[in-house]
């Protein structure tokens, strides 16, 4: 069989699925449309501006409509926050103070954070006198809500913050869908908690017609260089939820005597605005790619996730290799596939903020953009890729007949 035939085979297996995504994608973009109609977006809302940005219009309508379009009652978007690790972080150190208590329901967070949270005389949370501890998850790769329970109420005022991390991270497990997101929600408030729950929504937004603050996350947080800034948003990262929390992150964002008030940004906002208009279509894309290569993967025999009878919870595909040698190679063909740097041959490295070698594609045009396809894995067993973005399911399929003319003539082998 030809990579073209299992391509062809694939999407008609996948019809079902495809149009599902596009049924999503469509609520989506209705609902982004409403939130710029009702801040009434208008040319000027896309003029920078310099020095302190006192009265940015451009800025604070933006983080409004990130919040509408999100769930949220206030929002902030910035081009301040360099990535989705550093939003994560601004948001902590906004909400928690020396002495309160964390508990992730998620199990561990993401590697980046790893510092963050418990790094030694590098100002993190452990720095601070932030407690953080982590549960588990079950066997299955689910949120232990018996053992939550337990804990919420074994600790009862102590408690100030319920963690959630919407993707798998570098687990070979699903990522958790808005609706555990609300049981979880729904479980802790019955327990009578009355802090902020925390979601990580990085990877996750647009996939599903809710969002976390939809159903009663307090804060979510993301990169815009993912799913919201729709390919085109330089750089940056929002948060939205409830307004005190989220004035709380913007004191931390800039000052305390200040917070939200000030901001500026030269080069203008179009790029966020389009980006966020963009996104749900976008994401649309990167589905259709994800379950198109998981597919053809499990039909040569690779177990990956998440699995496709239902929808996928974020963008990302986690694809388990035999051999540390077919996990790069399979990375290299992503690069190959690029629009940017596809002469690159990507290598292991020491990549800051994770505990071993990691090798990366990413020809991206934005720098290290998950919403561009690209491709991921650190390097160790079990020998996991993990596949995500695309802004055009075509790069998707292109990228996919680079990986099968690799992999097709050993599938035979691992039969």
């Known amino acids: 069989m030809t990579a073209e035939e299992l391509i062809s085979q694939s999407e008609t297996a996948l019809k079902k699925e495809f149009l599902r995504a596009d049924e999503i994608s469509e609520y989506n973009q209705e609902k982004v449309l409403k939130a710029f109609q009702e801040h009434r977006v208008a040319l000027r809302h896309f003029i920078g501006s310099t020095g302190y940005g006192y009265g940015d219009e451009g800025r604070f309508t933006l983080g409004e409509v990130f919040a509408s379009a999100f769930g949220g009652e206030a929002g902030i978007v910035s081009p301040a926050m360099l ?16 002495g309160d208590f964390v508990l992730s329901v998620s199990g561990m967070p993401y590697d980046t954070l790893h510092g963050v949270i418990y790094g030694d005389g590098n100002g993190s949370l452990k ?39 919407r993707s798998r991270g570098y687990e070979l497990r699903d990522a958790f869908s808005v609706e555990e997101i609300g049981e979880v929600c729904a ?21 599903e017609k809710k969002e976390p603050c939809d159903v009663g996350a307090d804060i979510a947080v993301g990169s815009l260089i993912k799913n919201p800034g729709g390919g ?3 750089t940056g990262g929002y948060v939205v939820g409830k307004k005190e929390y989220v004035e709380l ?11 939200n008030e000030v901001g500026s940004y030269a080069y203008g906002y179009r790029l966020f605005y389009q980006g966020l208009f963009l996104a749900p279509h ?12 998981g597919k053809c993967m499990e039909s040569l025999g690779y177990e990956n996730f998440p699995s496709l009878d239902k929808t996928p919870a974020d963008i990302t595909r986690a694809i388990r290799f035999d051999t540390a040698e077919q996990l790069c190679a399979f990375i290299r063909s992503v690069q190959e596939a690029s629009p940017v740097d596809s002469y690159v041959t990507p290598e292991p490295w020491d990549m800051p903020g994770y505990d071993s070698q990691v090798i990366m594609a990413a020809g991206c045009f934005v720098d290290g953009a998950s919403i561009e396809l690209s491709a991921d894995a650190p390097v160790k067993p079990p020998y996991t890729a993990y596949f995500q973005g695309g802004l055009t399911y075509e790069h998707c399929k292109y990228a996919l007949k680079k990986i099968l003319g690799k992999l097709l003539p050993k599938a035979q082998e691992r039969v």
Request: glycine content about 10%; aromatic content about 8%; charged content about 20%.
């Open 249 to 259: 992150i913007g004191r931390r964002l800039t000052a305390p005597s200040v917070g």
């Open 187 to 207: 479980r802790v408030r019955a327990c009578g908690f009355t802090g902020c729950i925390f979601v990580d929504n990085c990877y996750g937004e647009f996939v």
């Open 232 to 234: 085109l948003a330089p």
């Open 282 to 293: 976008v994401v649309n894309q990167a589905i259709k790619g994800s379950l198109l290569i």
């Open 127 to 165: 720095d601070f006198g932030v407690m953080f501890e982590c549960l588990p998850l079950t066997p299955e790769g689910k949120m232990d809500l018996k053992k939550a329970e337990q804990r919420i109420e074994a600790l009862g005022n102590r408690l100030k913050m319920v963690y959630i991390q």
């Open 83 to 98: 990535s989705g690790t550093h939003a994560l972080s601004v948001a902590l150190f906004g909400i928690l103070r020396p």
